[in-house]
């Protein structure tokens, strides 16, 4: 203040002494702040440090936590897991249990009879089969009433259902369908080789095979060699027994006019026996492989 | 070639639609592949005709084959016919039924050819065991008329037989015999049932009708399949009666099952009954005479009609016996009497 007073005197010299002073001041001033800022900074620098370390601790923090929780999850699961695969193997045998019943169920169609319970009592089925070659099925479907009927069926009409039925049904089911059983398979046999000689041995047929709805009668006009010069016969096959596959009379004729030589009568009357005793298409398998003995023979 | 022959080829290939006369020719198997090919099957039908008349001659064609051709075209077109069925019967006891087809053929041929001169008859084998018999009819003193000959199918070792109604109904009796005794029956009776349909009236006495059975090897429960009526189609609409929707879609498919039906174009009712009525009075209630009066329903498809008629709502469930009794019955024409 003194010195400010003193100068005041001189009006020129106080305003640059003044100034002069003012301006050392500001320039203190001036220092005193630049020393703080790096104070200031430091401060910052420490808060944002100080920051840094709470914001790390911070995300340790919580993935400790996650792992713990994930940690108590496994657990967790670990504990139910032998409950639930015990609750699985239950199931899943009773699951095995029901298919393989089912399975069973559709399997005994291959018995050759059958069954499924219905409304209205049980639908049989029967199953025909020849040579271990499985054909075609029927089915009855049964009315178990007193007097048992049948509702429908899917049998020919050339099977003698009613005269079975007649006999059977009312009084002993299971013969009644042991018969039919019979009957179908006998008719399904026989068809198969009538079929069988139509398609696999045409060559060998020197016109149509004659036969009917049972297949019970079959003729027709054969040779045993199909490009050979033999002769051809004529069969004519009977099934009087309505439950057998094998012919119960057998005819082998000659066509033409001249009288047999005692080879041919003899190969006719081998033809005849060959006819009764096998089925008919295992006898034209019999001269088709005879045929192949014979080409062998001529090459050699 | 006989011009009668001539004409009768004419007629009969005229017949024939211009669509199926390739497979009707081939089926014939008459005239040859080559043969066929030198036709020009492009032209006006009137110059075709003429053109395989012309070839039929060349190849020395007889009334046989124009016969079995005419078969052939009624085997292709069965529902121009109206089929009657008829049932024989053998006696009790008899012995295995030995079928022999040609027997069969040769024993019917002749009984007809010594009743009438005039008569005749040509074969054709169809399936694995039926038989198609064409009979043209003729007198003592006439040729036999092609133009209106009678057909039947026959399928060996059954009891049935179908034939074409004739016009000729004075044939029926003789026909009938020589069915008989050719199939070693005793017994044949015209059965009450008529249809165009000839596999819809062979489906009904063969039984062949109901061909779903229950097994375990089915794959669609029963319960489960659409009875044709979905009723929660649409959550919004309600259906008040649909206890007794269900009623009747329960007892209809008891009564019809769920096959596709024969088909049949009518059932005949004749009645020969007194006359019922609630009212008291009235002048035909005292009426002791029977009222004759005959109703009869027709539809291009009658089974499923009646089939249709209670779901509808045009019917009450059960529908009377005497329209589910058909197929079962094997009936559809009706006498009706008071017990």
Sequence with gaps: MELANTLSQDGESRGGVLAHLERLETQVSRCRKKLEEPQSTQAVESALGTRIHELRRLRDKLRAEVKQHQARVKASTTNVEPDQTLEITEQEILKRKRENVKAILQAYRFTGISGKLTSRGVCVCIGTAFEGNLLDSYFVDLVMQKPPQIHHHSIPVFIPLEEISAKYLQTNIQHFLFTLCEYLNAYSGRKYQADRLQSDFAAFLAGPLQRNSLCNLLSFTYKAEPEGQSFPFCARLLYRDLTTTLPTDVTVTYQGTDALSTTREEQRAAHENLFFTKPLHQVFTSFASKGDKLDMSLVS | ?339
Aim: one cysteine or more.
């Design chain 2, 1 to 339: 070639m006989d011009e009668t022959v001539s004409e009768f080829f004419r007629r009969t290939i005229l017949k024939i639609p211009m669509t199926e006369m390739m497979t009707i020719l081939k089926t014939w198997n008459f005239l040859s592949e080559n043969q066929l090919q030198t036709i020009n099957f492009r032209q006006r039908k009137d110059s075709l005709v003429q053109d395989l008349v012309l070839l039929c001659e060349e190849n020395r064609a007889s009334l046989k084959d124009a016969a079995l051709l005419d078969i052939i075209y009624t085997q292709f077109h069965r529902h121009q016919k109206v089929w009657d069925v008829f049932q024989m019967s053998k006696g009790p006891g008899e012995d295995i039924d030995l079928f022999d087809m040609e027997q069969f053929k040769s024993s019917f041929k002749k009984i007809l050819k010594r009743a009438l001169k005039n008569v005749t008859v040509s074969f054709r084998d169809a399936e694995e065991n039926a038989v198609w018999i064409r009979i043209a009819w003729g007198t003592q003193y006439r040729k036999p008329n092609q133009y209106k000959p009678s057909y039947v199918v026959y399928y060996s070792q059954t009891p049935y037989a179908f034939t074409s109604s004739s016009q000729l109904k004075s044939n029926l009796p003789l026909l009938g015999q020589a069915l008989t005794i050719a199939s070693k029956h005793h017994q044949i009776v015209k059965m009450d049932l008529r249809s165009r349909y000839l596999d819809s009236l062979k489906a009904i006495v063969f039984k062949q009708y109901n061909q779903t059975f229950e097994t375990h090897n089915s794959t669609t429960p029963l319960q489960e399949r659409s009875l044709g009526l979905d009723i929660n189609m649409d959550s919004r609409i309600i259906h008040e009666n649909k206890i007794e929707k269900e009623r009747v879609q329960r007892v209809t498919q008891e009564i019809f099952g769920d096959y596709p039906q024969p088909r049949l174009e009518f059932a005949q009712y004749k009645l020969e009954t007194k006359f019922k009525s609630d009212l008291n009075g009235g002048i035909l209630a005292e009426r002791e005479e029977p009222l004759r009066c005959l109703v009869k329903f027709s539809s291009p498809h009658l089974l499923e009609a009646l089939k249709s008629l209670a779901p509808a709502g045009i019917a009450d469930a059960p529908l009377s016996p005497l329209l589910t009794c058909i197929p079962n019955k094997g009936m559809n024409y009706f006498k009706i009497r008071d017990k």
